[in-house]
Each structure stands twice: as structure tokens, then as C-alpha cells.
């Protein structure tokens, strides 16, 4: 069982960064894929960013590309969420999510219902 919970979410101005983590507990932390989702409002929610459970293969949605970076710290049992060049339309409330994968897979997924544990969310808001 994985307890996530994110923080870091704000309101901050189009072009502005934010960084957002995820502070799980648990055991087997390093065993994990973990990835960030998002919903806005009235829209499905959807992938943003995903890494396995040792850091070394990642993926990102092509409408984050070059702006968003996905990081983990095994030891502190963290993940991040870095944000740049921020827009209105990534406004929406992220979410962070844990997939264990016994460390089985190299590319770690971007299928919502391959997810095991999610947190609450953390709202981003992104002025013009």
C-alpha cells in the first residue's frame, strides 16, 4: 500500500514555472513507476508525465515536451514535477500516481487504469 500526496500546486502567471511533488509512503517506494496526471475542468483527466521506478526512462505527453520534467528521489520516497513556460491551458488540478511494476518494465506507462495509487491533487492555476 503507497499513502501519495502532492503539494506545490499555486497560481502562477503564463510563462512562470511551478514545481510539484509527491511525498509517498509506503514501503517499496523504488519499486514504483510513478506518474502526474491532470483534469481540467469538464475534460477527462490525462497523462503529463511518467518515469520508471529507477529514474531511467521517461515519458511525456507531446503537449509538455521541453517544458515539464519528471524527477524522482528514491531516498526521500519523492517525486517532482517541474514546470516551465507555463500556458493557460495547463491549468487543471495535477495528480500524482504510483504503478507497481516490481521493477519489470523499462518504459513506464501512460495508461491512466495501469495505476495503482493516486493522491488527492494539487490545483494549477495559470493566468494570462
Known amino acids: 500500500q503507497v499513502q501519495l500526496v502532492e503539494s506545490g500546486g499555486g497560481l502562477v502567471q503564463a510563462g512562470g514555472s511551478l514545481r510539484l511533488s509527491c511525498a509517498a509512503s509506503?514501503?517499496?517506494?523504488?519499486?514504483?513507476?510513478m506518474g502526474w496526471f491532470r483534469q481540467a475542468p469538464g475534460k477527462e483527466r490525462e497523462f503529463v508525465a511518467a518515469l520508471n521506478w529507477n529514474g531511467g526512462s521517461t515519458r511525456y505527453a507531446d503537449s509538455v515536451k521541453a517544458r515539464f520534467t519528471i524527477s524522482r528521489d528514491n531516498a526521500k520516497k519523492t517525486v517532482y514535477l517541474q514546470m516551465n513556460s507555463l500556458k493557460p491551458e495547463d491549468t487543471a488540478v495535477y495528480y500524482c500516481?504510483?504503478?507497481?511494476?516490481?521493477?519489470?518494465?523499462?518504459?513506464?506507462?501512460?495508461?491512466?487504469?495501469?495505476?495503482?495509487?493516486w493522491g488527492q491533487g494539487t490545483q494549477v492555476t495559470v493566468s494570462s
Open positions: 509506503g514501503r517499496s517506494f523504488s519499486s514504483y513507476d
Open positions: 500516481a504510483a504503478r507497481n511494476t516490481d521493477g519489470s518494465y523499462y518504459y513506464p506507462s501512460q495508461l491512466r487504469y495501469q495505476y495503482n495509487y
